[in-house]
């Protein structure tokens, strides 16, 4: 199949960056990122600078592959991530625009790549357990109601890709950092910070410059985990509780 790239290209932060058109022939059985391997193999042997992108896993597990696919967040394909988008989800003949994640606080480092690191200082605000743990517990030594243990598993799913902060018209980061909050609250050994986790990571959230929930939904259908909307009443609830013991 032929088509027509759009390219989202910026030399570093502080270029303003540009669409760049490019033509490629690609099989429709390869993914979207081995086109853009492709498409890069021929610029470097026309001594061209290949287009930067994100990836590690490409197994849909490491959420690295943070592209905007004709302005949505991996792609058109639902519950999909990049790395496990295909060619044949598109027509012969199309022409794809392809863009960096969009939200202050996931400036552009270089083309498609985004400085997320913003995530990993949200984690470090709260995301922990203090108390000394010890080696891993039997799995039946601490009980935990199957209700808890499966949406605290369905929450546990988010990869951090940043496609919520993508698609959210406030660029909030509040699908992510609920997710975090949730798994960690409906366990056992999540219980000691409960309450100040959430109040620490929501306070850092804010200050690293993302914008508010106002629960649009967005989030939840670009998340390639289908991480569901009710991890953000979790944490408001867990917010309440907090103001309430003084956090």
Sequence with gaps: MKLTL?????????DNGGLVDY???????ASFLEMLDVLNERLTGEGEEPVAFDHDCREGICGMC???????????????????LHMRK??????????????KAFPVVKDLVVDRSAFDRIIQAGGYITAPTGAAPEAHSVPVPKPDADFAFQAAECIGCGACVAACPNGSA?????????????????????YSRVADMLETHDELGFGGCTNTGECTLA????IPQDVIGRLN????RAAKKGR
């Design 6 to 14: 759009r390219i989202w290209r910026q030399r570093g932060p502080r």
């Design 23 to 29: 033509q490629v022939e690609i099989s429709s059985d």
């Design 66 to 84: 943070s592209l905007v696919i004709d302005g949505t967040p991996h792609g058109p394909e639902k519950a999909t991530t990049t790395c496990q």
């Design 90 to 103: 598109f027509a012969d003949g199309d022409t794809i625009t392809v863009e960096p994640w969009r939200a």
């Design 174 to 194: 509040m699908l992510f950092t609920a997710a975090k909050i949730t798994h960690l609250g409906l366990l056992p050994q999540g219980q000691p910070e409960r």
């Design 223 to 226: 998340c390639p985990k289908e």
């Design 237 to 240: 609830k867990d917010l309440l």
